[in-house]
């Protein structure tokens, strides 16, 4: 797979925290550590969002990663991470709810049913297609359906801790 | 005499283990490293350490299971 260019964010956010020796650059123009990100003469003429408005597109970009899992990276341009999200995801939701997992629902008692649901829906739109996969119900009494459970609560999981990775990448953190 | 044919997908333990500990790498591997070798080694070794772990914990807990 090719390496991911940094979007103008990150390379916003590291020219506003780099240290007073930058990186030298190579006889081709890159630097020598791929991992440092490359300030292009664009970014250097965009003004800096202002923390604010940088707060609020994050917030904007983690919402938009939890509704769609790797749409919050591919606002970013991190067009790699942006795909392996969205399959991983999808993958955990297809195969979690082929096995008959439990989908948990919002109207239940207990504090267990809860958390699972909190999970299940950090997937977002995928909770719903989870339920609409899952057409012949959960079936939790064999131990394939408690595996398809645990997939699908990953998911969830997984695809919320996409979206703080968003959010930080967003926000200026090196990520 | 028809057939039926059971949709539901039906993995072992070992082959649900083996699916969760790769797909999570993978997620890992892409979040947390940009270029793809470093990417690569990433997903190779957290895999090797999920399976490795999970098996530990399976021999781990045999003791208790009869």
């Known amino acids: 797979m090719p390496e991911e ?15 007073a020796e930058p990186p030298a650059p190579s006889a081709s123009g890159s630097l020598h550590d791929p991992d440092d990100v490359v300030e292009s003469p ?14 609020f597109f994050a917030l904007a970009v983690a919402a938009a ?111 | 005499m028809s057939v039926m044919v059971d949709p539901e997908l039906k993995l072992s333990h070992l082959q649900a283990m083996v699916f969760f500990a790769l797909v999570i790498s993978i997620a890992f591997g892409f979040l947390s490293r940009r270029t793809a070798y470093k990417r690569a080694r990433y997903i190779i070794w957290s895999l090797v350490l999920f399976l490795l772990a999970g098996v530990g914990i399976g021999w781990l807990m045999y003791p208790f299971s009869r």
Not at chain 1, 5 to 19: F, L, N, Q, W, Y
Not at chain 1, 42 to 47: I, N, P, T, Y
Request: glycine share 12%; aromatic share 8%.
């Open chain 1, 42 to 55: 664009a970014d250097a003429e965009r003004q800096p969002l202002k923390s604010g408005q940088r707060e």
């Open chain 1, 65 to 175: 990663g939890w509704l769609l899992p790797g749409l919050g990276h591919a606002v970013l341009k991190m067009w790699g991470r942006a795909v392996a999200l969205f399959f991983t995801v999808s993958l955990l939701v297809a195969v979690g709810a082929g096995m008959r997992g439990n989908i948990f629902s919002s109207n239940r008692e207990d504090a267990f049913s809860k958390l699972g649901y909190v999970a299940d829906m950090g997937a977002g739109t995928f909770y719903f297609v989870a339920r609409a996969l899952e057409t012949e119900g959960p079936d939790v009494s064999r131990a394939n359906g408690d595996y398809g459970t645990r997939l699908l609560a990953t998911a969830g999981v997984l695809n919320l801790l996409a979206a703080l990775h968003a959010y930080e990448a967003m926000r200026g953190r090196k990520a």
């Open chain 1, 5 to 19: 260019i940094p979007s103008k964010h990150e390379a916003d956010v590291v020219r506003s925290t780099a240290s």
